[in-house]
């Protein structure tokens, strides 16, 4: 069974902090690595994608990528109330390039 | 538009009636999903379509559930015989699934209240 695991939280962190998001999965044949944002009532968006092994910067957000140790991270800096929300780790796996979830993680940043 | 669309936004139904979920891709994605989310929890996998593969159907919660893409694009979700259980978001995201780009984006889903 292919899975993605992540913290449920909540992840509390201050305004103006860095908030760490950890994601493992166990298919070590998975190439594609997704972090999603959603807001309560709204639909996951897209706001990360790696493919790669090491960091990937887009503006406040950084994805972390170790295939060795099959985790993946996303860093939010400067963390902003408005970043409250559940982040979503998924991961493209197996030859039908199907994604599997992870429950998410709930994060909240405090004024 | 140019995102993924779903209809209708919020269907009220009765217990024991069918209904009929829409799901429109964005155009030239090959890869549809469709996922179910209740109230503060994850995305419940439903069935995945990709091209012109054998639908992987694992997600389906019983037999009263089908759904159908025609000609690689629109799919529907059927739901027979509406249980209360059943009420929850129905979301749909769709994929390029070529050339390395497998991001999915989702639709703004569909509430279903079974009453």
């Known amino acids: 069974q292919k899975e993605v695991e992540q913290n449920s939280g909540p992840l509390s962190v201050p305004e103006g902090a860095i908030a760490s998001l950890n994601c493992t999965y166990s298919?070590?044949?998975?190439?594609?690595f997704f972090w999603y944002r959603q807001y309560s009532g709204k639909s996951p968006e897209l706001i990360m994608s790696?493919?790669s092994n090491g960091d990937k910067e887009d503006g406040r957000f950084t994805a972390q990528l170790n295939k060795a140790s099959q985790y993946v991270s996303l860093l939010i800096r400067d963390s902003q109330p408005s970043d409250s929300a559940t982040y979503l780790c998924a991961v493209n796996t197996g030859n039908n390039r199907k994604l599997i979830w992870g429950l998410g993680t709930s994060l909240a940043v405090n004024p | 538009g140019a995102g993924v669309s779903q209809s209708p936004s919020n269907k009220v139904t009765e217990k024991g009636k069918d209904v009929e979920l829409r799901c429109d891709p964005i155009s030239g994605h090959t890869a549809l999903y469709w996922y179910r989310q209740s109230l503060g929890q994850g995305l419940e996998f439903l069935i995945y379509?990709?091209?012109?593969?054998?639908?992987?159907k694992s997600g389906l919660p019983s037999d009263r559930f089908s759904a159908e893409r025609t000609g690689g694009s629109v799919s529907t979700l059927t739901i027979q015989r509406t249980q209360q259980e059943d009420s929850a978001v129905y979301l749909c995201?769709?994929?390029?699934?070529?050339?390395?780009?497998?991001?999915?984006?989702f639709g703004q889903g569909t509430r279903l209240t079974v009453v």
């Open positions: 790696i493919y």
């Open positions: 298919d070590r044949g998975s190439q594609s």
């Open positions: 379509f990709q091209g012109n593969s054998a639908p992987d």
């Open positions: 995201a769709s994929s390029a699934n070529a050339g390395g780009v497998t991001e999915a984006f």
